[in-house]
């Protein structure tokens, strides 16, 4: 499993302030953290910051990228803020992300031939989210085609059938499921993504419903996730999952979070430490 730590997100107010006061610490201590607990990309999203959001990002790039090792996930809606977030991004960053309406590929294609990152691409266009499975399949089909042609690796595209809040619509969480794996059936060298903790917008206890559906989705062949790698419960249904899967030779993975579990004294913590 890829995961996207989330934390680095402009709609939390804690980050906003960071970055709205330049906080170094405190990104550095956000990214550090979520590559200690496993995360492979660093997303990193100023877009409430408006006006300010692409100086925010062209002094927060280099200063993350100073300062740990993981390439960064930019996740910006700004065709703007994106080109200068590729510009100032050294090696190969992920695009976070690219929609499939006219607008939106006519600004990104030419960043994406420019610059060759990695690419989120969403199950999105003029037509809104999509409204069946064979939809979003037939859309990611598109979005592939499109990339593979523009000479991208299968490997290196993310397909994000976009997650809706139960909350708002209680068909959505079968709707992604369902999507997932006719994606990874059609489609099984592309990746697929998914902003999780969207399912429990608006809803009380959200990490646990978080972390279930991560679960669901693992079982339908989810690739990756946009995450708090922070949530140790998160990690323990992960690697629970993963082992009853048979995606965990050995179970190797999950003993060996079993055992340092209990040697951090956290084992049957009902909740991490929540701040900010
Ligand atoms: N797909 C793609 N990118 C995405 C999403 C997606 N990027 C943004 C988002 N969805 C995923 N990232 C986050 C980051 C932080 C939070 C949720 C999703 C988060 N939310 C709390 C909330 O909404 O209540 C904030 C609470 C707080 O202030 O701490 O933390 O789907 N490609």
Same mark, same amino acid.
């Given at each position: 499993m890829i995961i996207v730590g989330e934390?680095? =997100? !402009?709609?939390r107010k804690s980050v906003l302030e960071a970055l709205e006061r330049r906080d170094e610490q405190f990104l550095l201590d956000q990214a550090a953290n979520q590559e200690r607990a496993g995360a492979s990309y660093i997303d990193i999203n100023?877009? $409430? #910051?408006? *006006? $300010?959001e692409t100086p925010t990002l062209r002094w927060a790039i280099p200063l993350l990228q100073k300062n740990i090792r993981l390439p960064l996930s #930019? *996740?910006?809606? =700004?065709p703007e803020a994106m080109e200068a977030a590729l510009k100032i991004h050294k090696g190969r960053a992920l695009l976070n992300s690219l929609a499939g309406d006219a607008k939106c590929l006519q600004a990104l294609i030419p960043l994406i031939r420019d610059f060759k990152p990695r690419v989120i691409a969403l199950c999105l266009d003029e037509n809104g989210p999509p409204e069946s499975s064979d939809c979003a399949l037939f859309r990611a089909e598109k979005m592939a085609n499109l990339l593979v042609r523009e000479g991208? !690796? /299968?490997?290196d595209i993310f397909i994000d059938p976009l997650v809706r809040p139960i909350g708002v619509d209680s068909n959505s969480g079968v709707l992604f499921l369902e999507s997932v794996e006719k994606i990874k059936k059609n489609l099984p060298d592309i990746k697929t993504i998914a902003g #999780? !903790? =969207?399912? /429990?917008?608006?809803?009380?206890q959200r990490r646990q419903l978080n972390r279930t559906f991560l679960a669901l989705a693992l079982s339908r062949g989810l690739d990756a996730a946009i995450c708090d790698p922070l949530d140790e419960e998160l990690q323990a249904t992960l690697h629970a999952a993963q082992a009853l899967l048979g995606k965990d030779p050995s179970l190797k993975k999950y003993l060996k979070a079993v055992r340092e579990t209990i040697k951090s004294g956290t084992e049957g913590r009902s909740r991490p430490p929540q701040s900010g």
């Open positions: 934390r680095l =997100n !402009s709609s100023a877009a $409430a #910051l408006m *006006d $300010a #930019l *996740d910006t809606p =700004n991208m !690796s /299968s490997e #999780l !903790s =969207n399912i /429990s917008f608006g809803l009380p």
